[in-house]
């Protein structure tokens, strides 16, 4: 019974789908002798200005990316 519970309880989780993974790296000043840190980004647009990858939130507020970076296409 407990798997059975378990297993709906797993198959029922919904997760969203997004168009495009990006990882790279995000500097936090305060952080010590390492400050750059692993990031990974979610988006379902893109945008380039040169080489910097940028989107925008659901607020409108703009998030730009700036390499190196990974993006993977999530078709």
């Known amino acids: 019974m407990k798997?059975?519970?378990?297993?709906?309880?797993?198959?029922?989780?919904?997760?969203?789908k997004y168009k495009y993974e990006?990882?790279?790296k995000v500097y936090i000043p305060s952080n010590g002798p390492t400050s750059m840190h692993d990031a990974i980004w979610f988006t379902d647009t893109i945008s380039f200005d040169g080489d910097t990858l940028y989107y925008f939130n659901s607020d409108s507020s703009e998030v730009r990316i700036y390499p190196p970076f990974i993006l993977k296409e999530n078709f």
């Open 3 to 16: 798997k059975l519970l378990l297993g709906l309880l797993l198959v029922s989780c919904t997760t969203k």
């Open 22 to 24: 990006i990882r790279g």
